[in-house]
Nanobody, 123 residues
Framework: QVQLVESGGGLVQAGGSLRLSCAAS????????MGWFRQAPGKEREFVAA????????NYADSVKGRFTISRDNAKNTVYLQMNSLKPEDTAVYYC????????????????WGQGTQVTVSS
């Protein structure tokens, strides 16, 4: 089992920044790729960003490329999502998720999920 706890969400004005954190416990964090997903009201959960187990590769949704940065600190068992130039359409509940080794955009490939953290961007 891997337990995931997100933090760092909140209310921010358009153009602002937030950094989300996801702390992992349980099985060996360094063996897991980590992903960030989001779900807006009335919409399906969608991929945001992912990072491989060793941080060697990252992957981003086109809608956030150039604005968001995913990173990880395996010594702290934590993955981060730095979000800059936020837009109202970024408003959603953000979830982190874990899967073995290699990053993926596919929700179904992730085995473990956090409870989510709300991000609200006002215009």
């Amino acid at each position: 089992q891997v337990q995931l706890v997100e933090s760092g969400g909140g209310l921010v004005q358009a153009g602002g920044s937030l950094r989300l954190s996801c702390a992992a416990s349980g099985r060996t964090f360094r063996n897991y790729a980590m992903g960030w997903f989001r779900q807006a009201p009335g919409k399906e959960r969608e991929f945001v960003a992912a990072i491989s187990f060793n941080g060697g590769s990252t992957n981003y949704a086109d809608s956030v490329k150039g604005r968001f940065t995913i990173s990880r600190d395996n010594a702290k068992n934590t993955v981060y999502l730095q979000m800059n130039s936020l837009k109202p359409e970024d408003t959603a509940v953000y979830y982190c998720a874990a899967k073995p080794f290699w990053a993926s955009r596919e929700i179904r490939q992730y085995d473990y999920w956090g409870q989510g953290t709300q991000v609200t961007v006002s215009s």
